[in-house]
């Protein structure tokens, strides 16, 4: 069974630097923003990992136990190489002091070279705390003189991916294509079946109904099956055009 860990950065045990690391307000988010390219990305040789902040629960249909148990069966079907929940209160998300030590202290015993972050503008309140707070925390990882565990550390880029309770149009910065992983990526979210199958209204649409939609939106937009979009407040940085499509 895929280990959760729960413990305080300071006890984690060691591991290799992850390459991505995806922090999530909740178990579900990183899956339903990016499932797929954490997907792709796994099956191409990158070290993934996932923080959720919170357990999300209380919902009308969940609790801890059961939670908890859709989080690992999402996991491992995604296959990341790491999970961490970082225990902080669901719908009482804020971007405090000790909120951002404690997740400054998650990237500097992880060390990712990419994090990622919800879009910044969403009407859950729980999304827009996970992102300053997660905006801060890279910039706290880097301090030295703190008693904060090990060592200073600043990932390389952070961008944002999209899971939204708005109804936006969104203009992202680029589009990945998943067609290959749409399937992981649904079976991922399908995980989590007191969130997206329990007690949801199927009509005019379901809700994993509408996520296929989005998804195939998103990859008619660069001739592809199926995408996922992403945003970037920083320029990006390419070493060649080559992987444009």
Not at 16 to 24: G, N, R, S, Y
Not at 31 to 46: N, P, R
Not at 180 to 199: D, L, P, T
Not at 200 to 208: A, C, D, G, Y
Request: with cysteine; aromatic share 8%.
């Amino acid at each position: 069974m895929t280990k959760i860990h729960t413990c305080h950065p300071r006890d984690l045990p060691e591991i290799e630097p992850l390459d991505m690391l995806v922090v999530a307000p909740h178990p579900d988010d990183a899956e339903l923003g990016m499932g797929g390219t954490i997907a792709k990305m796994v099956d191409e040789g990158m070290r993934v990992g996932i923080l959720d902040l919170t357990t999300g629960e209380p919902t009308p249909n969940g609790s801890e136990e059961i939670r908890r148990a859709e989080t690992v069966k999402a996991t491992e079907i995604l296959n990341v190489s790491w999970r961490a929940n970082a225990g902080l209160i669901n719908r009482k998300l804020e971007a405090t002091l000790e909120a951002r030590q404690l997740i400054a202290s998650y990237f500097r015993m992880t060390r990712p070279r990419w994090i990622f972050a919800p879009y910044w503008n969403d009407a859950h309140p729980d999304h827009v705390a996970a992102t300053a707070l997660i905006e801060a925390a890279r910039f706290w990882a880097k301090l030295s003189k703190t008693d904060m565990p090990g060592e200073r550390f600043h990932p390389e880029r952070m961008y944002y991916y999209f899971c939204i309770h708005l109804r936006l149009a969104i203009e992202p910065a680029w589009i990945v294509d998943i067609s290959e992983h749409w399937q992981r990526k649904q079976a991922s979210i399908e995980a989590y079946h007191s969130q997206f199958v329990v007690g949801r209204p199927t009509e005019p649409i379901s809700m994993l109904d509408r996520l296929h939609a989005d998804a195939i939106h998103w990859g008619t937009l660069i001739a592809r099956h199926y995408g996922e979009p992403f945003a970037t407040k920083e320029p990006l940085a390419m070493n060649s055009l080559r992987d444009l499509i």
